[in-house]
Nanobody, 121 residues
């Protein structure tokens, strides 16, 4: 069984910063990519940022230059540093990991429970 546990959400004023963390634990053989998605009320879930095991990153245009994703492979943990936050960044942020639970298992996506980020104007 695999668990993704997120932390670091909260309430912040516009222009402020937050750092999200997500630790994956359990029966993990390998993790290929980890990332962060977000879902605002009434909107579809969207990719915010992703990072491969080799360190390649991908960002949504709306967060480029403000957010930074990083990863500690030894700890199976991914981080999202969010700077210059805007009210439109308000959403529930979900951690995602594409991983294998054994050498012979197919890869699958796992999700965290979500953490609320609220940016006040």
């Amino acid at each position: 069984q695999v668990q993704l546990v997120e932390s670091g959400g909260g309430l912040v004023q516009a222009g402020g910063s937050l750092r999200l963390s997500c630790a994956a634990s359990g029966s993990i053989f390998s993790i290929s990519a980890m990332g962060w998605f977000r879902q605002a009320p009434g909107k579809q879930r969207e990719l915010v940022a992703a990072i491969t095991s080799g360190g390649s990153t991908n960002y949504a245009d709306s967060v480029k230059g403000r957010f930074t994703i990083s990863r500690d492979n030894a700890k199976n943990t991914v981080y999202l540093q969010m700077n210059s936050l805007k009210p439109e960044d308000t959403a529930v942020y979900y951690c995602n990991a594409a991983l294998m639970t054994s050498k012979l298992s197919p890869g699958a996506d796992y999700w965290g429970q979500g953490t609320q980020v609220t940016v006040s104007s």
